[in-house]
């Protein structure tokens, strides 16, 4: 499992969600949970998933302004940047990923 943590007002994540899109489109089976954290509107969270043809993917979002203590229970060392992306392998080994993905890689994470 794949869980990406990003938001409406990350350049970054502006720039990457379409790109996530189309890998979910050439990889239907790959199991990926998208959880937005910025304090912004349900409005500005669904226009952007719908533009990154992510709208009917596994979606969530952070209802309340997302505090240090929900950050450290996700990761400790985790800052609240975003966006970052942990990889969870099959016997629950944790990889975290921070800053845009490397796609080839997290094709090859996944497999064929």
């Not at 450290?72 to 990923?97: M, Q, V, Y």
Request: glycine share 6%.
């Amino acid at each position: 499992i794949a869980v990406h943590f990003w938001g409406v007002t990350c350049p970054a994540c502006v720039k990457e969600m379409p790109q996530w899109g189309q890998f979910l489109k050439n990889h239907p089976n790959a199991n990926i949970v998208f959880i937005q954290v910025d304090d912004v509107s349900l409005d500005s969270i669904k226009k952007m998933l719908n533009k990154a043809g992510l709208d009917k993917a596994n979606n969530y979002y952070v209802s309340t302004v997302f505090d240090e203590q929900l950050r450290h229970e996700i990761d400790p060392r985790w800052r609240g940047e975003t966006p970052i992306t942990i990889l969870i392998d099959k016997n629950g080994k944790a990889i975290r990923k921070t800053g845009p993905m490397n796609f080839p890689q997290l094709q090859a994470w996944f497999g064929p």
